[in-house]
């Protein structure tokens, strides 16, 4: 296992687009698990592959209940709207207010190729809608007012260039 690189906006590779995951072999196994590994050893409670420099829709999450991996992670149903705090791996000591569904219905397979289905809510909810925008090249950026965008993003800059 290994802990793995996270990048950083502006990289290109946080604003493509993944492609979905056609089968399970010892490489997307292998993956997920540095994935997992490297979601720990940063402190954060969830990561998508293309933060970590793999353009694949596959993300690892983990709100306190052990670490869950979604292949081809999909939203099919979302209700209500909450805000809330977040912070990403990949916009580092920036914290914005998003607005996301409050109720979502997820589908996508486990690491044995199964297709699995749950309702989520609360910060679960909030983590697995974060993780898929990165899947769909969005950032937390991407989903605030040009102001308060223009002001993180110097914010950011200040603190890449001091790393
Ligand atoms: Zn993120």
């Known amino acids: 296992m290994a802990v793995l690189e996270i990048k950083t906006f502006p ?3 946080l604003k493509q687009k993944a492609r979905p995951i ?13 994935m ?5 050893e940063k402190k954060g409670i969830g990561l998508a592959a293309p933060q970590v420099d793999a353009s694949l829709r596959l993300i690892t999450y983990d709100i ?5 991996i979604l292949i081809n992670p999909k939203i099919i149903k979302g209700e209500g709207e909450i805000k809330g705090e977040e912070g ?3 916009v580092p000591e920036v914290r914005l207010e998003i ?10 397979l486990n690491l044995n190729g199964e297709e ?8 679960l909810a909030r983590v697995i809608q974060h993780e898929i925008d990165h899947l769909n090249g969005n950032l937390i950026l991407d989903k605030v007012s040009k102001l308060k965008r223009e ?3 110097r914010k950011l800059k200040k603190i890449l260039s001091g790393r």
Do not use: H, Q, W
């Open 11 to 13: 990289s290109e590779i």
């Open 88 to 90: 990403c791996l990949s």
């Open 99 to 108: 607005p996301r569904y409050e109720v979502v219905k997820v589908t996508g």
């Open 116 to 123: 699995i289905s749950f309702e989520a809510k609360g910060l």
């Open 151 to 153: 002001l993180a993003v």
């Open 64 to 68: 306190g209940d052990g670490l869950c």
């Open 22 to 34: 056609d089968y399970m072999d010892k490489d997307i196994r292998k993956l997920s698990k540095n």
């Open 36 to 40: 997992g590994e490297t979601m720990y």
